[in-house]
């Protein structure tokens, strides 16, 4: 059994781990309120982008004169997986949730005969897919900054542009966390090379004719590029709200943990001193007795 001055020492350790939970956990409530409002931000502008794109691309009627990041490749063989994940962990399942979804996705491609190249944006995601896919990464791109910008959607935009001009891949797909609420993240995986559009609806937005200026092959040819990047901070900042939010509820839940801990240790504690008083006392008392 433990001594007196051990359990001193591991309750005033479960105390301070406490105080370090509760701290990380106020920490990342409050960095939330600012992701969540720059994603909520973010989110009407990407929509309509997509949006606006898939109306243009709609209309065009010769594919082969438009622009390559429209169609693709033409082919389906070889896919680039962007996994977006956090720099840091202690934030719940949210790095694994990602990365589990990738794995998946990686598994049925490779099930199919097709090729899979990895893009890592983040070291957490990183570390857990090297240990089974580290000769299919192509590359690590860390994002160890304070605030977000575009400038940094643009930077792994750019590699993307670098890599499909090169002819490294033909299918180009996002991996984030959707943020939903504090306690809810959905892992997601959105396709970007070539876009998904959406339907557009039947009604009378349907029927309504535009004209472009300049024509729509020189509008897709300018945009398309500008629109992964726009997809990329996106989803960027979806995990940046998801990362805090899931931080802050693991903190919460390790916070409980840890008071569930120091009132049992406490309890055994007052347990141990009182015996060994008791054990004193008797013994003192024996001792009187035999005299």
Known sequence: MASLKDMRVRLASTKATQKITKAMQMVAASKLRRAQAAVEAARPYAERMEKALGNIASTVTDVASAPKLLGGTGQDQVHLLVVCTAERGLCGAFN???????????????????????????????????????????????????TLGFEHAALVSKKIDELFEAGQFDVCTIFFSRFKSVISQIPTAFQVIPPVF??????????????????????????????????L???????????????????????????????????????????????????IISGAEAL
């Not at 005969?113 to 690590?140: H, S």
């Not at 939010?245 to 009132?263: F, H, V, Y």
């Open 96 to 146: 694994s949730s990602i990365v589990r979804l990738a794995r998946e996705k990686i598994n049925s491609l490779q099930a199919a005969g097709k090729t899979v190249k990895i893009l890592c944006v983040g070291r957490k995601g990183y570390d857990q897919l090297r240990r089974q896919y580290e000769k299919q990464i192509v590359e690590l791109i860390e994002l160890r900054v304070k």
């Open 198 to 231: 959406e339907k557009t609806d039947t009604g009378a937005e349907a029927n309504v004719s535009y004209e472009y200026e300049p024509d729509e092959l020189d509008i897709l040819a300018e945009l398309l590029p500008r629109n992964i990047a726009v997809q």
């Open 233 to 283: 901070f996106r989803a960027l900042l979806e995990n940046a709200a998801s990362e805090q939010g899931a931080r802050m509820s693991a903190m919460d839940n390790a916070t409980r943990n840890a008071g569930d801990m120091i009132r049992k240790q406490t309890t055994l504690y007052n347990r141990s001193r009182q015996a060994m008083i008791t054990k004193e006392l008797i013994e």
